[in-house]
């Protein structure tokens, strides 16, 4: 590979491949950057951006990017038993809210900061190859066009083509799958600027975000199996019939309502960075979209991917960025597999529902985990300790 990369070919135009696009352009590096569609799909997400994420766009000098949308100041967790925790992320060294974003439209601003900056945007054609040729790749669409680069960054999310191509992407047993729905409240009454999070007896979870009065942000993460005995429909159907507080939000949805599944709700890629290859976003890796953290991570990603790049354009800067990646992440990756654990184990959900319901400011602090307010490790001792 080259010793310095000048040319750069981004494949994915997503939260990260733009942000990075964005960066690497204004740190001098030539930057051509393809996405399969020619504009962003609202995709099955939950559309929150915790405050992290709305913080780092402020210091990015972006605040324009989620100035519009509606705030989220905090969140309501509900145990299998019906115990609701009501928590407000706490005021601490950063932004204590969130926002509830329509992703088509938060996609498509951060598109707009690459191409104003200059980048080259090919949109609307797959990549369905890569190939090594002398110390340089040629990336190749759909459309037979080829792109001639230094450095191949795949930032196309979950599922990522590039990490197939590669050979980088982990086999995994992901037995989990989510559907997405947009549903209207029954009354407006129930409207409110808190994220939802209802946790079902068989270890599935609902998330809500009130993106407006009108839209609900409604998913369900659950078992692969369920699929096998209902269809969608029925499953989301079920979980609104068997919670109190879904009931009487929602009327059950009809055969109209569209559904959208994601197939797949977790990634592993260890190789992340290396031999004129990097990995940013999901694709880089993805836990499971319990916390509502993606798009920061994303962001977050490239950011670093440019901080290294910026010092080091070369091998070099690729493992700076690995390094400082896993380092970063480390700690948080952890807590969310205890999650995980937390939300598949009705009794430890109800303990810890006891455990946060006692004391609000308990509850506050607990979210402000999530929320990234709080490191985990800084987080968990004030949890335990705080009078
Ligand atoms: C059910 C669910 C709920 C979630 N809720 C939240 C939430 O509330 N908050 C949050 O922060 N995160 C959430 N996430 C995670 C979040 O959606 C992702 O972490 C985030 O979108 C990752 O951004 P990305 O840029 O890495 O990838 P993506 O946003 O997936 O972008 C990848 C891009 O690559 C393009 N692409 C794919 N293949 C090709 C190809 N062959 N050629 C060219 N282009 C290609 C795609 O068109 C796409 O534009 C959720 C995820 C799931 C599954």
């Known amino acids: 590979m080259k010793d310095r990369f000048n040319r750069i070919c981004i494949i994915g135009a997503g939260p990260a491949g733009s942000m990075s696009a964005y960066l690497l352009k204004k740190s001098g590096f030539d930057v051509v950057i393809v996405d399969k569609y020619s504009t962003p799909k609202r995709k099955v997400c939950g559309e929150y951006l915790c405050p992290s994420g709305?913080?780092?766009?402020?210091k990015q000098g972006l605040k324009f990017i989620v100035e519009d949308f509606r705030r989220v100041s905090g969140m309501k967790?509900?145990?299998?038993?019906g115990r609701s925790v009501l928590s407000f992320f706490p005021e601490g060294r950063i932004i204590n809210y969130g926002a509830s974003v329509n992703r088509s439209i938060f996609d498509q601003r951060l598109r707009d900061l690459g191409k104003n900056e200059g980048c080259k945007y090919i949109e609307g054609h797959a990549v369905?190859?890569?190939q090594q040729e002398g110390s340089s790749w040629i990336v190749i669409l759909e459309s037979g066009e080829k792109v001639l680069c230094d450095l191949v960054i795949g930032a196309d999310g979950i599922n990522s083509p590039t990490a197939q191509i590669f050979g980088h992407k982990e086999l995994i047993n992901t037995n989990r799958i989510a559907l997405h729905v947009y549903i209207p409240l029954k009354d407006r009454k129930f409207y409110s600027r808190l994220g939802?999070?209802?946790i079902t007896k068989d270890g599935s979870y609902v998330g809500l975000n009130?993106?407006?009065e009108n839209e609900i942000n409604f998913s369900i993460v659950c078992s692969k199996e369920k699929l096998k005995h209902m269809s969608g429909r029925e499953i989301i159907n079920e979980a609104i019939r068997s919670s109190h507080i879904l009931r009487s939000y929602f009327d059950e949805i009809d055969n109209e309502t569209k559904i959208s599944t994601a197939g797949s709700?977790?990634?592993k890629n260890s190789f992340i960075a290396g031999d004129g290859v990097a990995y940013v976003g999901d694709s880089a890796g993805?836990?499971?979209?319990l916390t509502g953290e993606g798009i920061y991570n994303s962001l977050q990603g490239a950011i670093f991917l440019n901080d290294a790049l910026q010092k080091s354009p070369n091998n070099l800067g690729l493992k700076a960025y690995k390094e400082q990646k896993i380092k970063f992440f480390r700690e948080k990756n952890i807590l969310n597999n205890v999650f995980q654990l937390i939300i598949k184990t009705p009794?430890?959900?109800e303990l810890v529902a006891s455990f946060l319901i006692v004391r609000q400011k308990r509850a506050d602090t607990f979210i402000g985990i999530i929320g990234n307010i709080y490191k985990p490790l800084e987080g968990i001792k004030k949890l335990l300790f705080q009078s």
């Open 54 to 58: 709305v913080d780092l766009l402020n």
């Open 196 to 198: 939802q999070m209802h």
């Open 347 to 349: 009794f430890l959900c």
């Open 286 to 289: 993805f836990i499971d979209p």
């Open 210 to 212: 009130p993106i407006n």
């Open 77 to 81: 967790i509900v145990s299998p038993m």
């Open 128 to 130: 369905t190859n890569i």
């Open 265 to 267: 709700i977790k990634n």
